[in-house]
């Protein structure tokens, strides 16, 4: 059992303990201890002797957060990425039976125990590259016994405690599936009636793709509506190729985060500042598709919370890698190496509702992360390897190594 | 002891049997065997029965071959590489102390026994993401006795089992130090009469970086052709930023590569054409400088074999990934995948002056990579994790799954 770490720097990410000079609340010679998977102490070492049997670490964090993946799929797109390299679009895929419906296909396929081992082995890899809490969502089963699948699949493994925690979404409306292209109302009204109400038990968000080729804002408002009625949190795709209104949507509905992005409106952007709507970004994605980058400078104005995440999925950003997508977010979008890290750590906790994790302070979760790396800025570049030499969920190590 | 694969795809890179529709050479329901080291059988697995006890696996390449880094380095340069994002350039690096000076300051204080466990540490990672042959410069001690220390530190790295096969480049031009900055001359005398005669037996090139702000053409020219003549192999660094007639250079004398070339002139370009010098592309280091990539299309045309690098280096392309720079060389520069595979196997192999390797067939050296993917392009995505499932150095496991 860990029952704790020294470090010359342990980073809180605690705004009470940060000013302009230490922004991320840094502690020098610092310690932290957990006691039933809860921080006890946190602080300076001299102010806590036990800490002296404690290893001694370089760097310590809170656990990254990823707060947008698709992680949940099975079979290979790599068609489709080449496609997209040569500049193939959309349509150029779907004509070769790529896209969504060759997940969906994959999933129909798979078996539930295949679906919840891939996935396990994908957080895993996620986890040792610092990864402690990953949202999940459905979205490629589309009919409702391949949704409620990928859902069991994705409680199994939320169920596990060798994997990072994690928050699972019913992605209500993904894309129409082939069964239902020549009668999409009734396919909206099968998610409202069959899946969405079995989903409930297994999701805490549902989540809504609101783009031009997608759904509209009045088929995502009435699901999303709904399954908040139901005691789900709302989430949303919005903006990634043109901008529908999605923001408008989100910031209506309360929504803790509007994902993408890379297209919205002024209105859209005041919208989700009057609503505390969390921006959330996926540089990975907009790489992959070769776009310009979400109004990152309108955003920060706005004093709009920016959450960064990795969307992993296997045609868009067939990446496993948060930190990948930190370094993305640097480089392509413009963020502050303290913007890129607050929006994996605090803000990426506050846009999935959890109040526990996200910083280092007495009381929250023992989710840290021991760095192969001497400053929290390190984390941003472009390694390509992991940096964690161990990786705790409340107070246990799932990754790297155990320390006893 | 490792014997053999059998998998449905073993992407031999093997000229001989490629065509248009199967570029890469590719074996369906293949299977490759291993013989003290080297290649003994390639091909269908029903012409080769012995195989039916080898381990199945989804995909089989050459290992890859990272023919630019400056992996031999310690210490960390975190600020810099944030000051970079900013938008500062090698001058505000430099009035902060940064830049190559504090990676020798580093190499400096560091015993030599720290440096070889530190590149030893970086090679494993590096291989573990399916590199078998890694060229490694020296280049950060700049005075006689700590290039040399630095090239012993890679020797010994070298001389062992455990990790890739190591190419050892005598960086001689790559900054002059604080105590020879009021006399250049001195400085240059001292690399051919001290250092060169000395790195000879350690290395097996010689390499220097010829750019507007860093050594002229002729300096250069008088270096590497003295080494040449001690038997030492050249590559250069040309045209990173500005183009001073480096590849021009790198023609005339014959150098293997010519590593960089954001900035390059037509005439560099046929004068590179004609010597049949590679072209090193390294895109890691123009995405964290935020370049233009090299003129890639030109280079093609002139028929120019293209080299993709990691250029692993604490300042420019803080990164231990190969695969990384694949991925960054097909979305930034637009080679086309096989472009990408190509430049990491066969065309890096050959501008390291190695004919034993780089491709599969009955006598090369058994350097192989076990995937977890189903096709080589999936081989460009940024997975950001490691999808090798077992690396093969000369028919030893050096990562991944042990096979015995």
């Not at 309108?298 to 919370?305: N, P, S």
Request: glycine share 8%; proline share 5%.
């Amino acid at each position: 059992m860990i029952t704790g770490f020294r470090s010359p720097r342990v980073v809180t990410f605690d705004p009470q303990i940060s000013d302009a000079s230490n922004p991320l609340g840094a502690v020098r010679d610092g310690c932290i201890a957990f006691e039933n998977g809860r921080v006890s102490f946190i602080g300076n070492e001299v102010d806590y002797p036990e800490s002296r049997s404690f290893p001694l670490v370089p760097l310590i964090t809170p656990g990254l957060i990823d707060a947008h993946t698709h992680a949940c799929w099975v079979g290979s797109r790599h068609d489709e990425y080449a496609i997209r390299m040569a500049g193939g679009d959309y349509r150029d895929i779907a004509s070769r039976g790529g896209g969504i419906v060759a997940s969906s296909r994959a999933i129909a396929t798979a078996t539930e125990h295949e679906i919840e081992s891939t996935l396990l082995a994908r957080l895993k890899r996620m986890s040792s590259l610092g990864v402690t809490t990953c949202e999940v969502k459905s979205g490629y089963g589309l009919l409702p016994e391949l949704e409620l699948k990928q859902l069991r699949a994705i409680a199994n493994v939320a169920a596990r405690r060798d994997a990072p925690s994690v928050v699972s979404t019913f992605l209500a409306l993904h894309s129409v599936p082939a069964e239902y292209k020549s009668n999409r109302a009734e396919y909206i009204s099968t998610v409202r009636d069959v899946t969405l109400p079995s989903a409930v038990g297994l999701a805490q968000f549902v989540d809504a793709y609101v783009d031009a080729s997608a759904f509209t804002v009045d088929e995502a408002r009435m699901i999303a509506t709904l399954a908040r009625s139901m005691g789900l949190g709302v989430r949303l795709h919005v903006g990634q190729f043109a901008d529908v209104g999605g923001a408008e949507l989100a910031a209506d509905l309360g929504a803790l985060s509007a994902d993408h992005l890379e297209h919205v409106s002024a209105r859209g952007i005041d919208a989700l500042a009057a609503s505390g709507t969390a921006a959330c970004l996926l540089p990975v994605a907009s790489f992959t598709l070769g776009q310009s980058p979400p109004p990152v400078a309108t955003l920060r104005e706005a004093g709009i919370a920016m959450v960064v995440a990795s969307d992993a999925n296997p045609g868009t950003a067939p990446t496993e890698s948060l930190p990948l997508a930190l370094a993305l977010a640097v480089r392509l979008y413009g963020l502050t190496p303290e913007e890129a890290l607050i929006g994996s750590t605090r803000n990426a906790a506050r846009s999935l509702g959890l109040n526990d994790r996200g910083m280092l302070q007495i009381g929250a979760r023992a989710d840290v992360v021991a760095w192969d790396l001497v400053h929290e800025h390190a984390l941003i570049q472009p390694w390509g390897t992991s940096k964690a030499l161990t990786v705790v969920v409340e107070g246990v190590a799932i990754a790297g190594t155990s320390l006893s």
